[in-house]
Antibody, heavy 121, light 106 residues
Framework: EVQLVESGGGLVQPGGSLRLSCAAS????????MDWVRQAPGKGLEWIAR??????????DYAASVKGRFTISRDDSEKSLYLQMNSLKTEDTAVYYC????????????WGQGTLVTVSS | DIQMTQSPSSLSASVGDRVTITCRAS??????LNWYQQKPGKAPKLLIY???SLQSGVSSRFSGSGSGTDFTLTISSLQPEDFATYYC????????FGGGTKVKIK
């Protein structure tokens, strides 16, 4: 059974940092592109970051809203995905989901349960 | 950049109704369009991929159509468990979601 379990969310002050983790199981993690998608309270879904697999040189993409502040990474040996979030702003408050991308990012077929990040003073 | 416009933003319907949600891309995205269902407090669930392919385990009352710039998600006979928010997402380029359509009970 495919499982994605996020952790690391919490309350952080504006300008602070936080590192999210996503533990994967039930599939060959190293084969897949992995993504982070967030959802601000009462708002829609916003894709924020992607990391490709080793075969595609672990290249990354970011949404403009987080580029330069957030860094996506992965550890295939640990079957884990990470999101390092720096210079956090109040508008980064959201539930953060990790998602498995099918094939070359065609669609998101499995999602974690999400972890809430609150940026507030 | 590609823009995704989903409509309506919300609708009210009754059990048994046929419901149609549309998604329009600002440029052609071929068939690289997916649909998700999200219930409150839950992660999104994939319903339809590649515009018209039904994800395994998803009820056949859900269907998708379209290509190029105009796409449709249809629920043939709305069931109580279908009251939720639906999102389209293009995968032609950097992933982008539509604004969502909330399906409410009439």
């Amino acid at each position: 059974e495919v499982q994605l379990v996020e952790s690391g969310g919490g309350l952080v002050q504006p300008g602070g940092s936080l590192r999210l983790s996503c533990a994967a199981s039930g599939f060959t993690f190293s084969d897949h592109y992995m993504d982070w998608v967030r959802q601000a309270p009462g708002k829609g879904l916003e894709w924020i970051a992607r990391i490709r697999n080793k075969a595609n040189s672990y290249t990354t993409d970011y949404a403009a809203s987080v580029k330069g502040r957030f860094t996506i990474s992965r550890d295939d040996s640990e079957k884990s995905l990470y999101l390092q979030m720096n210079s956090l702003k109040t508008e980064d408050t959201a539930v953060y989901y990790c998602a498995r991308a099918y094939s070359r990012g065609d669609y998101f077929d499995y999602w974690g349960q999400g972890t809430l990040v609150t940026v507030s003073s | 950049d590609i823009q995704m416009t989903q409509s309506p933003s919300s609708l009210s319907a009754s059990v048994g109704d046929r419901v149609t949600i549309t998604c329009r891309a600002s440029q052609s995205i071929s068939s690289a369009l997916n649909w998700y269902q999200q219930k409150p407090g839950k992660a999104p669930k994939l319903l339809i991929y590649a515009a018209s392919s039904l994800q395994s385990g998803v009820s056949s009352r859900f269907s998708g159509s379209g290509s190029g710039t105009d796409f449709t998600l249809t629920i043939s006979s709305l069931q109580p468990e279908d009251f939720a928010t639906y999102y389209c997402q293009q995968s032609y380029s950097t992933p982008l979601f539509g604004g969502g359509t909330k399906v409410k009970i009439k």
